[in-house]
């Protein structure tokens, strides 16, 4: 099979497509770098994406704590009030 050669139009207009994906990209980029916070501090910023990941995954888990509770019933959920398990 032979070789295709790219002719001088279908180049530019590759490297044209190219040039503006490239560009698109740097703009997508710059917007996500606006949400992300200034921090001189790397560490800290790290603990506190760590310290939000824990307490939601905690949130989560009261919350199908709860739900599994109330499927029980209105027994469970009395008997789980009255213990303070369930507000």
Same mark, same amino acid.
């Given at each position: ?17 190219? /040039? ?20 001189? /501090?790397?560490?800290?910023? /790290? ?41």
């Amino acid at each position: 099979m032979a070789k295709k050669s790219i002719t001088g139009s279908a180049f530019s207009e590759a490297q044209a497509n190219l /040039d503006s994906l490239k560009a698109e990209w740097q703009v997508n980029n710059e917007k996500i770098n606006a949400y992300v916070p200034e921090t001189g /501090d790397q560490e800290t910023y /790290d603990q506190l994406v760590t310290a939000v990941r824990e307490a939601t995954a905690k949130n989560e888990s009261i919350a199908a704590f709860e739900n599994r509770i109330k499927q029980l019933g209105s027994t469970a959920v009395s008997l789980a009030k009255t213990i303070g398990v369930l507000a």
